[in-house]
């Protein structure tokens, strides 16, 4: 059971800037359903035909180690390949429940890792609904497929909360203006073989989760496309309390490949619905609660490695984690395969690697905690190979560059963390350079007030040109959020810019727990330069 989460609803939004947005599927809601809301945006999906599948209809009540089982079938009308394929998870509950985690694995890969919103501060029920673009894993929906949804739930004479939840994939058709969804060829998923749900678990400080993999002769391109979120009464808020319960306020996302680090991410502070006090999560939650979205690292550097039919391991670690009595971390991976067209053998070697076990960390922590404690922490990679595909010689170079920087008065629980990280990577000498920066914030006061940023760009340039970019920011901060009585006050904006001029700006503010302003004013994110 997790106790400390949050609740919210993605946005359903109509046309944005001519690119339709998916609708999402589930149960009609009673009159007296509150629906938890987001400025997140939904899936962009193109205006073509589609047909939807419906997963699972399920009620989750004392399903502790009972995930629902099931079978997906491929959509008959909307044979492949598609266009985009779009999951929707929709969820109502009432009477009186905690926030729970929930799953979803599609042939054994996860495609959804989030948290459920607990029932409504006026007693009705609450319904939201969670959308992910689930296109990078269309290898996998040609065929009939295991399903598996992890949702632990406990009821009894005070828990009487039952998750109404369905799932369904929407799938949309390609036309003559309207190409298939970029996907890699295979998905290998890294995840848990067991009865009990489809995530690995890390519950010991320096251990790692995974398995063993064969990788095809032809491999092109990897990619570990991670997920990972903590659990327990310390790990859930890994960035506070530091030296007192959770250690050091960073946590890292790590892979290995044959017990080599191979790629890092700092992990997302993620706060949960129920965490803090209702003012933060009713009915809007903080950022990526309901959609913990993973981690994406470039493998290719490694591919020249992994090409001789044996089996390598793959494993995932949590870098800078201090554990305590109960502590655990969740974790799966789906890796993304790029194969040649011919299926001749790829050739090639790791050229050269920096990458030192673990972040350099520097720690101020006074006698007295009236003084703040200060943490800096920073941890710099680089990984570059070759590998000969059908004639085609490629250097592929990975540099990862990410850290924190935190003050925190840990007597009266106020502090400001800041991550950053930054990828490049660059193939074939400089013909391709794609860059991805992130930044996350959070500031807290004395636990009542929450300020938190999410920020990400993606920049492609190929020969020296701008070939495609995309930027959000969110923004999320509450006043009182421990107020039992729900009075908090939350405000919460999304803005998505691209280099197809799509754009997306909702700003949504409620007050003691009703919506009280949602609104569109399409303030589109400036243009990135034109030449690198």
Excluded at 83 to 106: C, E, M, N, W
Excluded at 254 to 262: E, F, H, I, S, T
Excluded at 297 to 326: C, Q, S, W, Y
Aim: overall charge negative; proline content about 7%.
């Amino acid at each position: 059971m997790r106790r400390f989460l949050l609740p919210a609803v993605v946005a359903l939004l109509a046309a944005v800037a001519g690119v339709g947005v998916a609708q999402p599927v589930g149960p009609s809601l009673p009159t007296d359903t509150q629906q938890q809301m987001s400025a997140e945006m939904p899936p962009l999906v193109p205006k073509t035909h589609s047909c939807t599948v419906t997963v699972m209809t399920h009620d989750f009540r004392n399903s502790y180690g009972a995930p629902y089982n099931g079978t997906y079938s491929p959509p008959a009308g909307c044979p492949g390949a598609w266009a985009k394929v779009v999951l929707t998870l929709t969820s109502t509950v009432a009477g009186t429940q905690f926030d729970r985690d929930v799953y979803v694995a599609i042939g054994k890969a996860v495609v959804l890792d989030g948290t459920t919103s607990e029932p409504c501060c006026t007693g009705n029920a609450s319904t939201w609904t969670v959308q992910r673009d689930v296109t990078d894993i269309s290898a996998l929906l040609h065929e009939r497929q295991p399903v598996q949804v992890e949702l632990d739930n406990v009821n009894d004479s005070t828990y009487t909360g039952v998750y109404h939840t369905v799932v369904s994939l929407t799938f949309y058709r390609t036309d003559s203006r309207t190409p298939v969804g970029p996907h890699p060829d295979r998905v290998l998923p890294v995840s848990s073989t067991g009865k009990g749900g489809p995530m690995l678990s890390i519950s010991h400080n320096g251990q790692r989760a995974g398995s063993s993999v064969v990788f095809p002769r032809n491999l092109d391109r990897l990619h570990a496309q991670v997920f990972a979120d903590s659990h327990g009464p310390c790990e859930e808020f890994w960035w506070g309390d530091p030296g007192q319960c959770a250690g050091k306020p960073y946590r890292e996302v790590a892979v290995y490949l044959d017990g080599q680090l191979a790629g890092a991410a700092p992990a997302y502070p993620g706060i949960y619905t129920g965490a803090g006090g209702p003012g933060l999560w009713e009915p809007i939650p903080a950022p990526r609660a309901w959609n913990l979205r993973p981690y994406d690292l470039d493998l290719t550097p490694f591919v020249g490695r992994l090409t001789d039919g044996r089996a390598h391991k793959f494993e995932i670690g949590i870098l800078d984690m201090t554990l305590a009595n109960g502590d655990f971390w969740a974790t799966a991976a789906n890796l993304q395969i790029w194969t040649a067209h011919s299926h001749g053998r790829t050739h090639g070697h790791l050229l050269s690697v920096t990458a030192p076990a673990n972040p350099t960390d520097k720690v101020t922590d006074p006698t007295s905690q009236a003084v703040p404690y200060t943490f800096d922490s920073n941890h710099a990679l680089t990984f570059k190979g070759d590998r000969v595909v059908e004639g085609r010689h490629i250097v592929t170079t990975v540099q990862e560059q990410m850290g924190e920087s935190a003050t925190q008065a840990v007597l009266v629980d106020e502090g400001n963390w800041n991550w950053t990280q930054s990828t490049t990577t660059v193939a074939g000498g400089h013909t391709t350079v794609v860059t991805q920066d992130a930044t996350y914030g959070l500031t807290t006061d004395v636990l009542t007030t929450y300020d938190i940023t999410d920020d990400g760009t993606t920049t492609t340039y190929v020969d020296h040109s701008l070939w495609d970019w995309n930027s959000y920011a969110q923004h999320m901060n509450t006043v009182d959020a421990t107020g039992i009585v729900f009075n908090g006050v939350e405000n919460n904006s999304y803005n998505y810019s691209d280099y197809d001029g799509v754009c997306y700006d909702r700003t949504l503010s409620s007050q003691a727990g009703e919506v009280t302003v949602d609104k569109d004013s399409r303030g589109c994110l400036s243009a990135p330069p034109q030449h690198q």
